[in-house]
């Protein structure tokens, strides 16, 4: 049974007679990749149930997934709108306008959280309305394993408990970092781009093995943990980057002839380049 959100709060302030916090009513429109990470953190840490969560997709196979798990799956903007009480922008900016306009009127009560790379929450306002509450965040699909980092960016007139509400969504699928909104284009290129990158490193470095004659399936188990004990030096040992460059490279040793080469190919400006070009790209999807 579907439950409006207005009727909810109607049955609670008559059984009750004062307001009561509401559990969220979380809707997704878009069920790809990232919506389905961001419903994984929420149901994993139990910030909602299947029966509060809503999604709309162009493509009812993608949404059978989520009705098997109980979710509530709408066919239409302004009923989502109606249902919920959060609504997460999950399709990609080039189809932000499309979405918007279909959404335009409904969402005067709604928190609206954008996840799209270069939309600006000006643009979202531009289409919703003036005062319409927009949160604008940048993920990574490692929530889907409970090891996101989200950036998240605060901004009028969404309130400090509104925003404590998003934040907590992210947080149950990882950690979050908040930022002013001129950062949240070239942030991309430090969250929500880079699993690609360190994909691509495992990659070579996998290759590397094979062309060594050890196996992909030992290979790729040796560089996974590699990169989670790495990822925990950086945040728990105490040692900067270069101190934990340092402490792998004996004098005289096999990392700093790897180290060597590395350099030679500038690895460090090939990532940087990279980045560059991630921020340059927001920029041009942006609005
Ligand atoms: N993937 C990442 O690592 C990542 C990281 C951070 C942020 N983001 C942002 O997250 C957003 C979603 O990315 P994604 O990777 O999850 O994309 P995705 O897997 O392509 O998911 C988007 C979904 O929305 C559907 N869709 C398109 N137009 C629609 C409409 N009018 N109404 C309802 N559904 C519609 C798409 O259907 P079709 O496939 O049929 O078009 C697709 O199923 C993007 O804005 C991206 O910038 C992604």
Same mark, same amino acid.
Do not use: W
């Given at each position: ?13 008559? @059984? *009750? #007679?004062? +307001? ?8 997704? %429109?878009?069920?790809?990749?990232? &919506? =389905? ?6 149901? @994993? *840490? #139990?910030? +909602? ?8 997709? %162009?493509?009812?196979?993608?949404? &059978? =997934? ?20 959060? %609504? ?200």
């Amino acid at each position: 049974m579907i439950i409006k959100k207005g009727l909810l709060l109607k049955v609670h302030l008559k @059984k *009750q #007679g004062k +307001a009561i916090n509401l559990s969220d009513k979380i809707g997704f %429109i878009g069920a790809g990749n990232m &919506a =389905g990470a961001i419903i994984e953190g929420i149901l @994993k *840490q #139990g910030v +909602a149930s299947a029966q509060d969560l809503a999604v709309i997709d %162009i493509s009812s196979e993608k949404c &059978a =997934g989520f009705k098997e798990r109980g979710m509530n799956i709408f066919d239409s903007y302004d009923s989502i709108a109606e249902f919920c009480d959060i %609504i997460f922008l999950a399709v990609k900016p080039q189809n932000y306008e499309e979405v918007l306009l279909k959404l335009k009127g409904f969402t005067d009560d709604c928190i609206i959280v954008s996840i799209a790379a270069g939309i600006s929450t000006d643009y979202v306002k531009s289409c919703l309305g003036e005062n319409s509450k927009v949160v604008r965040a940048m993920p990574n699909t490692p929530l889907l394993m409970g090891c996101g980092a989200t950036a998240l960016c605060h901004v009028e007139p969404v309130t400090d408990a509104e925003f404590e509400k998003v934040k907590k969504i992210f947080a149950a699928g990882g950690s979050v970092s908040v930022l002013p909104e001129e950062k949240m284009n070239s942030i991309i290129s430090v969250n929500g781009s880079s699993p690609a990158y360190v994909y691509l490193f495992a990659k070579a470095i996998i290759n590397g093995a094979i062309a060594q004659g050890i196996d992909a399936g030992t290979a790729t188990a040796l560089i996974a943990k590699t990169l989670e004990g790495s990822a925990k030096m950086i945040t728990e040992s105490g040692y900067n980057v270069d101190e934990l460059i340092k402490m792998v490279s004996s004098k005289g040793g096999t990392t700093l002839m790897a180290l060597e080469a590395l350099y030679e190919h500038d690895f460090e400006g090939a990532i940087i380049d990279a980045m560059e070009r991630c921020t340059k790209r927001a920029e041009e999807l942006g609005k």
